[in-house]
């Protein structure tokens, strides 16, 4: 039998640990605390920073700084128009702190990329191949799709899928009849 026929991978077999790609509540009271500090020092708004941390935490959690505002203005924080600016650079602190928050659980757990560069993968969005592990957010692939036309766009470079997204490009199951036939 030749040695360059490769066996089927089922995604059993390359099961990993599931990565939380969403911020957990205390990673989002973290980001809270540091937009609460800031609209303590940059508005109007009064009271107790960890009141308002718990605010922000619960209620900032879509759109941008000016719905982020009437959201809280609805829970009964006051805001003025200094404090949609602090609300706007929420969501790019959360993120910051989910970043964080992946990397500890990166080395608590030990994760390792599952499949090397130029793999074949599939994806929610088709078929691609890994072209590199993307540096700026923790246990994540640049995977180039095959739909994707050379030099179009931003996304000729590739879309961002966590290790646990992909799964290796099953090869069909080779029959015995068809190894003989390789053989020879």
Known sequence: MPNAIKQTTTKKECSMIAI????????????????????????QMTGNLD???????????D?????MAKDLESAGWPCDTAAVDVLDCHPGILESEHHVFLRTFEKQHDVKPPYPLMTRVITAYGEGVIKAIYQFRPMTYRVKMDWIEPGVGWSAYGILHYFDEVSPELLPKTTNSQLKRNAA
């Open 20 to 43: 939380p790609k969403e911020p957990n509540d205390d990673t989002r009271l973290i980001a809270a605390k540091i937009t609460a500090l800031a609209l303590k020092n940059e508005t």
């Open 51 to 61: 009141d308002i941390a718990k605010a922000v935490a619960k209620h900032c959690r």
């Open 63 to 67: 759109g941008d700084g000016f719905q």
